[in-house]
């Protein structure tokens, strides 16, 4: 087992990861930029190192000061959060060049399945269910308006390279495909160095399912559940649910067989999800490979028992996977909402500042992922979530209850500060997300009303 655990990222990943290695007895390097020099992280770590100024391409994309920070501080492994570097293969071989063990899965594994085209080619091979789409990256706009004509509108353009529901665009009109392909063309390169895309057949009312799974070093692995992510703006999910509400048990199964079977036909080691979309006719296809925690895990946690970051870290160790498959009992359900300091009313714009009050809530089976304070402040550098709210409960009903009181109870308020926390209690309130029918068109139905009746108003005004 490793000593000493240097956590390559920030804000409430960094913590949450920081509290699972002091339980394991383990030493914990926190680095840090300019912007997060107060951060509760670096107050908690054995051991800070500032890794340079604000943005993250300075700091915590900067390999090299990561790696450096590794080697002055005796670090002998590195657990990369979600997001920044947790997904780049390089960043994985240069550690293990090191001689320090990378929390997730070998350089190969990310980099095979972190290529869109390639993950999609790899699961077709592993007999997951795909979406009509290219084969592999498509050339040109030409080849991809004829491919387009093939699979049928609309249809949904994506950066080989992209994640994080960026770098993709969905054209519903055959004389917008050139246009758009050209546009996420340039969006992908400017944002990953990589302008290769590939398409698939769009479908504009799915939901978004996806499936936990944990594997060893020795090929054994298993699936925690089902969470369903369909609420989502922008393509970036705002409430996460586990289990997904009226899924066919037979239909949980397959899905989290077939992830479980892609993963291991992949050589998967660690924490990862298989994202999946579920059609109206109860249909699944294949989406994406996230190789790393997700920032939804709590979810499944909470109904499983399961310390997923404590797996992660002892799978990297060189454990065998202390779970099995029919040892495996999901109880109850448990949902989250994430609390972002962005301003709905004006298209979720981000609304960082200064928090000079905060309140968060508690009670029995209320959980809050978060390293805001009152005082601290929200930087426009990063990701805008502010905390994440999750709740247990013994039925979904039960749950549904618990997270509008936990939300009720949340404040935050400071200059220029808003937060999207009575946008999730309209999400909460709406039938079909109380009736768990509700799919990935649900947060731009809502939007699109809201819109309306302002726009009703003013005109009677």
Known sequence: MFTTVLIANRGEIALRVARTCRELGL??????????????????????????PGPARASYLNMSAILEAARRTGADAVHPGYGFLS?????????????????????????????????????????LPMLPGSDGPVGCPDAAARLAGEIGYPVIVKAVAGGGGRGMQVVTEPSDLVRQFR????????????DRLYL????????????????????????????DCSAQRRRQKII??????????DLVRRMGEAALRGALAAGYVGAGTFEFLVD??????????????????????????????????????????????????????????RVNAEDPARGFVPSPGRITELRLPAGPFVRVDTDAYSGGRVSPAYDPLLAKVVVWGPDRPQALERMRRALGEFHAAGPGLATNRDFLLAVLDHPRFIAGTHDTSLVTAITDSRARGLTEEASIG
Not at 183 to 194: I, K, M, P, T
Not at 240 to 249: K, R, S
């Open 27 to 52: 030493r914990v390097v926190a680095v840090y930029s300019t912007e997060d020099r107060d951060a509760p992280v670096v107050r908690m770590a054995d051991e800070a190192v500032c890794i340079g």
């Open 87 to 127: 997904e780049v293969p390089d960043f994985a071989e240069a550690c293990e060049s090191l001689g320090i063990t990378f929390v997730g899965p070998p350089a190969p594994v990310i980099e095979q399945l972190g290529d869109k085209a390639a993950a999609r080619a790899a699961m077709a091979a592993a007999g």
């Open 183 to 194: 546009e996420v063309r340039s969006a992908a390169q400017s944002l990953f160095g990589d």
């Open 200 to 227: 698939e057949r769009y479908l504009p009312a799915a939901r978004h399912v996806e499936v936990q799974i944990l594997c060893d070093q020795y090929g054994d692995g298993v699936y925690l559940g089902l969470r």
């Open 240 to 249: 996460e649910e586990t289990p997904a509400p009226g899924l066919p048990d």
């Open 280 to 337: 109206g006719d109860g249909g699944f296809h294949f989406m994406e490979v996230n190789c790393r925690i997700q920032v939804e895990h709590p979810v499944t946690e909470l109904t499983h028992g399961v310390d997923l970051v404590r797996e992660q870290l002892l799978v990297a160790a060189g454990e065998r996977l202390g779970l099995r498959q029919d040892g495996l009992q999901a109880r109850g359900a448990a949902i989250e909402c």
